[in-house]
């Protein structure tokens, strides 16, 4: 075979093909060259080598997967990089497909086994302390014994590995149709969610069905958290107890450990490979049995010939049949409850009774029509049958929740009715809750107006259970706001904007907090103030144009303060960076001492200006505090912190030699950074205490690196002597100085501005 044209080779094999292609990574066969053996070879995307976070979830998933040891457990030979620098491990090559490309229907037996094989496999994962989360068809090989082996631990959660942080925060990990009603809410998971998937795989392996459909992820994520189990087919009843319990929506009412799920197949085995029972008591079995095996076309012509039969008895023998009395003719005549209408706008549903009756419309007005007990007994009784059946709200016209009402709008006493009404309330909960975690809009407005109508025509004016939803969204909105509390980036917001006409039904004063929010970048960008980002420092916006005029060509944001000693104490341990060389000052005549950012010649606090860090240094903080946060983060030019130093001059009037007693900080040294009142924009100690690098550069070498870099500003020393915030001054980029200290400049963006517009 021809090998692949590759932009990349692995020493010590031989790629073969392309065996299939995933989300992050791409398998391939290979050869492994020194033992002649055929190998699976996962190998990550090189649109994903970059990032971060995927590298560390691939490399977890190979450490995960070489901790097991398990017959059923597809293992790892070895791991390295590609000579493009991309991660891969192999494993073995298991030739016979998934188990989703197979059906075993009419093969109990296969099935048992499978199930059981996995099971014990999972159960040993569980041992280890690792919930594999992502259970179904695709993620179960086989090899060349036509074992199944499961793999693919890609998202596997381990108790004794940290664990990548693969999706944001709050988000679902692992395939819909599969996943547990606490996975789907995004709550803690152990191996009971593992138990649940695989319930789920064995009802699709007994029916070729899955047990839960839908449009889409979210309705079927849904449907899991609320619809109830649904029924196998009479052939596989002895299996209903174990599919029951597997999928139970409560963690505790399930199996408890692989143990108990193993247990509980040896009993369904029992019962399937026992002899059927002689004797008149199992006649119905047999012809269970003998109709099964009838082909399914035959079968349905056959049932549709005994019900035409049936209705033919009914109407030869009905008419013969003795009848009601006759209605008297003035009495009012019920209409049969089928022809009710059920409202979806939350219209009143009244007996329809005989036209005579019409004929007093003032008699009508001041008598109440008696109740029709039997037609409320029988909207309960469909209500209820809906609910079980999770047609909660769907299709319009034929669900439970307009069957409650319409028993609640006959007899509003019936207690009953009303707490129907009530729990529904719950599920609405549960679907806007899942809605807005995931940003689906059309289905949190749906839910949102839903509840908001139930309540309206129910007419539940201090319902605990409308209150309990209104609170559990509330408590959802803010979650998401808190996690962008005070940020320039609301990317988590914006998806929300659209939400807010139907917030504001809801709960006015919070979708007005919310607009805020949303409306906060381009407030900031166009008046100023103050923000952070998340791990960042405090930042004050710099807008492009200020109110007396003054003008520059973009905005950006300056830390509220130098960098304080404590910040970079931070840094340094994070990042193991030595100390620099410092000097005392730029003094030709300055005396040499043994100086550094942690013994700068004086005693400092953390929440002093950090100085003697060089150039070097300070690009070093930056680029760190770029990665922590994921924003961009630098040293201002000098054009961009004059305009800021400037503007401090001209509020405090401390600068340009006037050091009069009121700009003493009562600090011989460096003072605690934030002594004065802010300029205003809102920065803090622009002119004195530490003057500051800038990115500027004052000398380069032929060879492109700058040899001087520009330091700006006033510092501590400069009150004894006369003074210019003008001033700038030259230094080699790898030395500090005790009177020199840097503060970082966070670059903006209108795109967020532009995104949140409502």
């Not at 923000?531 to 950006?556: I, K, N, T």
């Amino acid at each position: 075979m021809i090998n692949l044209k590759l932009p990349f080779e692995i020493p010590g094999y031989r790629i073969v093909r392309r065996l299939g292609l995933g989300g992050m990574a791409t398998v391939y066969l290979g050869i492994q060259r020194s033992l002649g053996r055929p190998v699976a070879i996962k190998v990550l995307a090189t649109d994903h080598t970059q990032s971060e976070e995927l590298v560390k979830r691939f490399e977890h998933e190979a450490r995960t997967i070489a901790r097991l040891d398990h017959p059923h457990i597809v293992n790892i030979f070895d791991v390295g990089r590609t000579s493009s620098g991309q991660i891969y491990y192999t494993m073995p090559y298991l030739p016979n497909g998934d188990l989703a490309g197979r059906s075993l229907r009419e093969d109990q037996g296969r099935a048992l086994e499978i199930v059981r094989a996995l099971a014990d496999a999972l159960g040993y994962a569980h041992e280890q302390g690792i919930v594999h989360r992502d259970v179904k068809p695709e993620n179960v090989l086989f090899d060349k014994q036509d074992r199944p082996m499961l793999a693919d631990f890609g998202i596997a959660l381990s108790d004794s590995l940290h664990q990548p942080r693969v999706t944001r925060e709050g988000a679902t990990i692992g395939s819909s149709g599969y996943m547990s009603p606490e996975q789907a809410r995004s709550q803690p998971l152990d191996g009971r969610s593992d138990i649940y998937s695989l319930g789920v795989l064995c009802y699709e392996l007994l029916t070729g069905e899955m047990p839960f459909r839908g449009p889409d992820t979210l309705s079927v994520a849904l449907a899991h958290i609320e619809n109830p189990v649904p029924r196998l087919p009479m052939m596989r009843r002895a299996w209903q107890p174990f599919i029951d319990k597997s999928l139970a929506k409560r963690p505790d009412a399930r199996f408890q450990s692989a143990e108990e799920v193993l247990a509980a197949l040896d009993a369904i085995e029992a019962r399937v490979n026992a002899p059927p029972a002689r004797g008149p008591a199992k006649w119905w079995d047999a012809l269970v049995v003998r109709t099964a095996a009838i082909p399914r076309p035959l079968r349905a012509m056959a049932i549709g010939f005994l019900i035409a039969v049936a209705l033919v008895s009914l109407i030869v023998v009905l008419p013969h049949a003795p009848g009601p009395p006759a209605t008297p003719p003035d009495a009012a005549v019920v209409a049969d409850p089928s022809a009710v209408a059920i409202p979806d706008s939350g219209a009143p549903v009244t007996a329809v009774t005989d036209p005579a009756a019409t004929t007093a419309p003032e008699q009508a007005a001041t008598e109440v029509p008696p109740v029709d007990s039997a037609l409320v007994d029988r909207l309960l009784a469909e209500a209820r049958e809906l609910t079980a059946r999770g047609r909660l709200f769907l299709p319009k016209g034929d669900n439970a929740a307009d069957r409650y009402l319409a028993a609640l709008h006959a007899d509003p006493a019936r207690r009953e009715a009303l707490s129907g009404i009530e729990s529904l309330f719950t599920p609405l909960a549960e679907r806007a809750s899942v809605a807005i975690e995931r940003s689906d809009i059309d289905a949190a407005r749906a839910a949102i107006e839903r509840a908001l109508s139930l309540n309206d025509e129910a007419k539940l004016k201090k319902s605990k259970a409308f209150a309990a939803f209104r609170t559990a969204v509330q408590r959802d909105i803010e979650e998401r706001r808190a996690r962008v509390r005070g940020n320039f980036d609301i990317s988590e917001l914006v998806p929300l904007a659209p939400l807010l006409p139907t917030l504001e039904k809801l709960d006015r004063d919070q979708a007005r907090a919310l607009k805020a929010d949303l409306e906060r970048p381009a407030m900031l960008l166009s008046k100023g103030g103050k923000f952070r980002d998340r791990s960042g420092p405090e930042l004050a916006m710099v807008p492009a144009r200020s109110e007396d005029g003054d003008r520059m060509g973009y905005a950006y944001a300056l830390g509220v303060t130098d960098v304080t000693r404590g910040a970079y104490q931070r840094f340094a341990d994070a990042t193991g960076r030595p100390a620099s060389k410092c000097r005392d000052s730029q003094r030709l005549f300055a005396r040499s001492r043994d100086l550094s950012w942690l013994a700068p010649g004086f005693s400092q606090a953390d929440d002093h200006p950090v100085v003697c860090v060089s150039w070097n240094d300070a690009k070093a903080y930056t680029d760190w505090l770029s990665r922590r946060t994921g924003e961009h983060y630098r040293l201002p030019t000098q054009q961009e912190w004059l305009r800021a130093a400037q503007t401090s001059v001209m509020a405090s009037g401390c600068g340009n030699g006037n050091f009069s007693d009121a700009c003493d900080d009562g600090y011989a040294n460096t003072a605690p950074v934030g002594r004065f009142p802010p300029t205003r924009f809102g920065l803090y100690d622009v002119v004195g205490n530490v003057e500051i690098w800038t990115a500027d550069c004052a000398q380069a070498l032929s060879s492109g690196d700058c040899a001087e870099h520009v330091i700006r500003g006033l510092s501590w020393r400069d009150p004894h002597e006369p003074a210019d915030v003008l001033r700038e001054q030259t230094s080699a980029s790898d030395i500090g100085y005790a009177t020199t200290g840097f503060r970082v400049l966070r670059e903006v963006s209108a795109d967020n501005a532009r995104l949140a517009s409502p």
